[in-house]
């Protein structure tokens, strides 16, 4: 049996590590930019869970000039956006809302739905996906540019 020098090993298992984790993170939400141009960007799935309800996702946070926020995705393609946060859940069809239409239509299964509201833009669309209790969206929300709107 042939022994393999110590460097050998180590680069071995290093690079079996590396790609092991890779795979794994793969299967997580992924960003796609560094906050820079995005508040959020990514992709993001709502999947039937074992209650034959679809997931939902509440994202929350302070923006200045803006001020606390809740974007909720999901449950399937429905989308809400609303001023402050609070723990109670929000029904999506409240006045509340900031988002019209809420529930994004899909035809020919394609998806595309753009809104501007609170000083922000909200653009979404479907993705596709590998599974069919699966819909997976394209996300990102950023700061409404309203400097280009005056012109």
Same mark, same amino acid.
């Given at each position: 049996?042939?022994?393999?020098?110590?460097?050998?090993?180590?680069?071995?298992?290093? %690079?079996?590590? *590396?790609?092991?984790?890779?795979? *794994?993170?793969?299967?997580?939400?992924?960003?796609? /930019?560094?906050?820079?141009?995005? %508040?959020?960007?990514?992709?993001?799935?709502?999947?039937?869970?074992?209650?034959?309800?679809?997931?939902? @996702?509440?994202?929350?946070?302070?923006?200045?000039?803006?001020?606390?926020?809740?974007?909720?995705?999901?449950?399937?393609?429905?989308?809400?956006?609303?001023?402050? *946060?609070?723990?109670?859940? @929000?029904?999506?069809?409240?006045?509340?809302?900031?988002?019209?239409?809420?529930?994004v239509q899909i035809r020919d299964n394609t998806a595309r739905q753009r809104w501007d509201a609170a000083g922000l833009r909200l653009e979404v669309s479907l993705a596709g996906g590998s599974r069919d209790e699966c819909e997976s969206w394209f996300v990102?929300?950023?700061?409404?540019?309203? /400097?280009?709107?005056? @012109?």
């Amino acid at each position: 049996m042939a022994t393999w020098p110590r460097w050998q090993l180590l680069s071995g298992w290093t %690079i079996a590590c *590396v790609l092991g984790i890779g795979a *794994v993170a793969s299967a997580q939400f992924t960003p796609f /930019s560094d906050h820079g141009r995005a %508040i959020l960007e990514g992709n993001w799935q709502s999947c039937r869970e074992d209650d034959g309800q679809y997931a939902e @996702r509440i994202y929350d946070t302070k923006l200045p000039g803006i001020g606390p926020i809740e974007l909720h995705m999901g449950p399937y393609h429905e989308f809400a956006l609303f001023r402050g *946060v609070q723990e109670a859940h @929000r029904d999506h069809q409240s006045a509340e809302n900031l988002l019209r239409p809420f529930n994004v239509q899909i035809r020919d299964n394609t998806a595309r739905q753009r809104w501007d509201a609170a000083g922000l833009r909200l653009e979404v669309s479907l993705a596709g996906g590998s599974r069919d209790e699966c819909e997976s969206w394209f996300v990102t929300l950023q700061r409404l540019d309203t /400097s280009s709107m005056s @012109r």
